[in-house]
């Protein structure tokens, strides 16, 4: 059986120490000078900003691996199943949730073990389903239960240390709420009224202190299924129907930072556009990357029809979809994230298939472009990006889920 692998760091670094430092690797380096990035003021008041690389942009940062956490052999704390919970700790280490398990499992910086807190159940402590971790201005962890109706809060060492109780409309598949610097949480739901989009802001016991409607207007409306931009529709035998989603089908994204401001993404052509604004407020920053599409590939494009064809054989549907409605090039955003400096990391599809993401500073700047190499980083779990140093789950070649910590260092050029 394949064991962790614990690879101590070179220097004892703390995460947090390296907010500290004045400049990352990704800023001492300055925009690669291949780059051009124009600012303008629209009549709204908003800062446009473009950032248009040479004809062949290539990464400028990549990731050396310095610490790997994981097992193939069960029984084990490093032994990971569904995790949905990253968060770095003050003075070096890491905590996951496993929902799975429904466990929060604390490692040192060297990776070795040093915590286990929660089980299923619904006592002091305890998780009916946790989905979720964030970490508050004193370094402790905060565990959402959507279904349990609670925040439990934890001591990295010691444990349990109290909990609050909410209740949310949108619980969704994995926490996506935030915690700011003044230690407020804020998180994305809905008007029990009229189900318009809002933001609830609670104080540190849960209490819900504001709620702010989005100023975006929903000019979507209802949607006939039947006419789904993007997605597939499909009728069951038993006189049902289905949607599925169609693969590189271009979609939006958006983040919530720990100033409260909300960072937003759509496709641009060519490239991406993000936006930045307040809750509630108006849009004050625009950035648009104007970089050359990514195709898709023939082999891309044939696995994704047949695990298509699979599900719907699983249903019982034997109807060819339109195949011609999937894309030839992937989307140009992925997802975004911010560092604990304020810069926003945009991920993006290289050609190899795999991930690298695009580095702005926190007015739009281009600082960089970061390649993950082959780290397989879920993407449904922003990484967490300290200083110069990069923490992920990733999966291998057997899905089996990892702890990563990589360093960002300069792409070395022939």
Not at 177 to 192: A, F, N, V, Y
Request: proline content about 8%; glycine content about 12%; overall charge negative.
């Amino acid at each position: 059986m394949k064991a962790a692998i614990r690879t101590p760091l070179p220097t004892a670094i703390p995460f947090f120490a390296a907010i500290l430092v004045a400049s990352t690797a990704c800023e001492s380096s300055g925009p690669p000078s291949n780059w051009s990035t124009v600012r303008e003021t629209l009549p709204s008041g908003a800062i446009l900003v473009t950032n248009t690389p040479s004809a062949n942009p290539s990464p400028t940062l990549t990731l050396v691996e310095e610490l790997r956490v994981g097992s193939l052999e069960g029984g084990r704390p490093e032994s990971f199943a569904a995790l949905k919970g990253l968060v770095a700790l003050p003075g070096g280490g890491f905590a996951v949730l496993d929902s799975q398990a429904q466990e929060i499992r604390v490692f040192g910086a060297d990776g070795s073990h040093v915590a286990t807190h929660g089980r299923p159940g619904e006592g002091p402590g305890e998780f009916v389903d946790a989905t979720g971790l964030m970490l508050d201005p004193q370094g402790r962890i905060w565990a959402a239960d959507p279904r349990g109706a609670r925040m439990s809060v934890f001591d990295p060492v010691d444990g349990f240390v109290e909990s609050f109780r909410y209740q949310y409309m949108v619980r969704g598949f994995i926490w996506a709420g935030t915690m700011t610097d003044r230690g407020h949480i804020l998180k994305q739901s809905m008007s029990r009224q009229d189900f318009r989009p809002m933001l609830r802001v609670y104080d540190s016991t849960m209490t819900q202190i504001d709620s702010i409607f989005s100023a975006e207007e929903d000019e979507g409306g209802r949607t006939d299924p039947e006419d789904s931009p993007g997605a597939f529709y499909y009728e069951t035998p038993g006189g049902g129907y289905g949607l599925m989603r169609i693969p590189f089908y271009p979609g939006g994204t958006s983040h919530m930072d720990r100033n409260g401001e909300r960072w937003f993404g759509t496709m641009a052509d060519p490239g991406y556009r993000i936006g930045k604004h307040a809750p509630g407020g108006d849009t004050t920053l625009i950035v648009v990357t104007e970089r050359p599409p990514v195709p898709v590939t023939a082999a891309e494009r044939d696995s994704a029809i047949a695990v298509i064809r699979e599900n719907l054989r699983e249903s019982g549907v034997t109807t060819e979809m339109d195949w011609s409605r999937i894309p030839d090039v992937k989307p140009a955003l992925q997802s975004i994230f911010t560092s604990a400096e304020g810069n926003v990391w945009v991920a993006i599809p290289n050609l190899s298939g795999g991930t690298d993401y695009d580095v702005l500073a926190s007015d739009g700047s281009y600082l960089g472009t970061v390649t993950a190499g082959n780290l397989g980083v879920y993407r449904w779990l922003p990484p967490v990006v300290v200083g110069d140093t990069f923490l992920a789950v990733v999966s291998d070649e057997l899905d089996v889920p990892y702890v990563v910590l990589a360093r960002i260092v300069p792409v070395e050029h022939p």
